[in-house]
Structures are given as C-alpha cells and as structure tokens.
C-alpha cells in the first residue's frame, strides 16, 4: 500500500470515528434538553433528536467525504502525517461549529419555550375590582 | 393571567391603526379591547378612576391589576408571541427610562402623528 492510500484510510478511521462520537455525545446529551423543551413530551423529543442527530451526519461525512482527496502525490511517511493533520484538522473545526451550531438551535428552542411561562415584565400600578364583562 | 383588556381612545387614529395592527399579532394572551370611557369599560371596572385612562393607555388584567402609559405598552408587547423578548428588553433598567420618553412622547402627540400620518378619521 502507498503512503497515500495509507493517509486515506487513516483519514477516514479518524474522521468517521470522531463523527460517531461527537454524534452520539450530542444524541445523549441533548435528549435532556429537549424533554425539557417539549414539557415532558418524551416521544417528540426523541424524535426531534433523531432528526437533528441524522442532519449532523448527513452534513459532517458529506465535508469528510467531499475533503478527502489530496490532490498531491506523498513522498514519506512524514508527508503523509502532515497532510492527515491538516485534513483532521479541518474536520475537528467543521465538527466543532456544527456541535456549536447544535447548541446555539437547544438553546433558543428552550428560551422559546420557557419565555412562554415568563410573567410580566412590569409590576402593575394600582388594583381594582373587575365587574361583570 | 389569562386576559387583558385595553383600554383605548377611538377617537385618535393612530390607536385605531395600533388595534387593526394587534387584532392580527399572534397572542400569548388574549387581549379585549375597549374603547375609553365608554359604557362596557365602566361595566367591566365600576371602581376604576376612568378620567386618567383618557391620557394613557390603560391595559388591566382579568385579575384586577392596572397598568398605565409605559407600562400599559410593556404589557401589551409581553401579551403578544413575537414580541414577549422585547417587552422584557424595554423593561430593563437600561432601556426603561428611553421606554417611558419615547411611549409619553408619542401618547402626547397622538393626535398630531394620526394628523400627519393621514389616519384621522
């Protein structure tokens, strides 16, 4: 096998593998969330993170794949680590924005939904007696 | 809270321009409006002082809790779905005092803005 075949495998393991895990971190965590968000409707809050956790692959083995090609041919072994730090290093970052991306949508679902219970912002002037309407 | 009644003056064309424009705002809590000094309000509030509800907009709540001026406004932002995050924001210490400039100044000037802006009746 060459180096760069090696690079490539070597890449993918990485790359799927991080996709996995960040993936299942983020079904396990922002299950909690959501239960929250949907009052305790624990059906729609499974399935609302099923669909994000589907999106979060879809977009991140789409760059993994779409970034995969080198485009230059590797002469050593230490080429071949380089050009996998590169490649992992812009899927670390693609992964870390999507993560974010993630929490910043738990977020204002949740502030949506909270804000639906919220009092008023202002305390009332006086009292009076309400008659018949 | 499950209502709040606004009381309003029907005969300043901008406040008629801001009803059509509520009637069609999503809701958190229903709104009632009414017109000033009329017979429903006093049916609704016999105990209420309705003289100073000619100057401000007065909104009061099915529970018996009056708000005036800026506060009447707050209210009614805070009632309505897409705009509940900015009644909180107009409320704040920081932004109170422009709230209560700027809701007075219109209030007072209700009637030149409904002259200029061609909604009198």
């Known amino acids: ?133 | 809270m499950s209502s709040l009644t606004v009381l309003y003056d029907p005969l300043c064309g901008l406040c008629r321009r801001v009803d059509e424009w509520l009637a069609e705002q999503p809701k958190l809590v229903p709104l009632i409006l009414v017109a000033v000094k009329s017979d429903e309000a006093r049916r609704r509030f016999p105990n209420l002082d309705h003289e100073p509800t000619v100057n401000d907009l007065t909104v009061i709540s099915d529970q018996g809790a009056v708000y005036y001026g800026p506060k009447a406004w707050l209210m009614v932002l805070w009632a309505l779905c897409r705009y509940r995050e900015w009644s909180y924001r107009l409320a704040s210490p920081e932004l109170l005092p422009t709230t209560r400039r700027v809701v007075s100044l219109i209030s007072q000037h209700r009637y030149q803005i409904s002259r200029a802006a061609h909604l009198s009746r």
């Not at chain 1, 070597?10 to 922002?30: F, R």
């Not at chain 1, 305390?123 to 007696?129: E, K, R, S, V």
């Open chain 1, 1 to 133: 096998m060459s180096v760069e075949i090696i690079t490539y495998l070597v890449y993918l393991a990485i790359s799927i593998g991080l996709t996995i895990w960040v993936a299942h971190t983020l079904h396990k965590s922002g299950r909690v969330f959501l239960v929250d968000v949907f009052h305790g409707n624990e059906q729609l809050a499974d399935s609302v993170n099923h669909l994000l956790v589907v999106g979060f692959y879809l977009i991140n083995l789409g760059y993994v794949s779409l970034a995969l090609k080198l485009g230059y041919n590797l002469a050593s072994a230490k080429e071949g680590i380089e050009a996998l730090s590169v490649k992992v290093g812009m899927v670390l970052l693609v992964l870390g924005g999507m993560h974010f991306f993630n929490l910043f949508i738990f977020s204002r679902m949740r502030r949506r939904a909270t804000l639906r219970n919220n009092p008023p912002p202002v305390a009332p002037d006086a009292f009076t007696a309400v008659g018949a309407a």
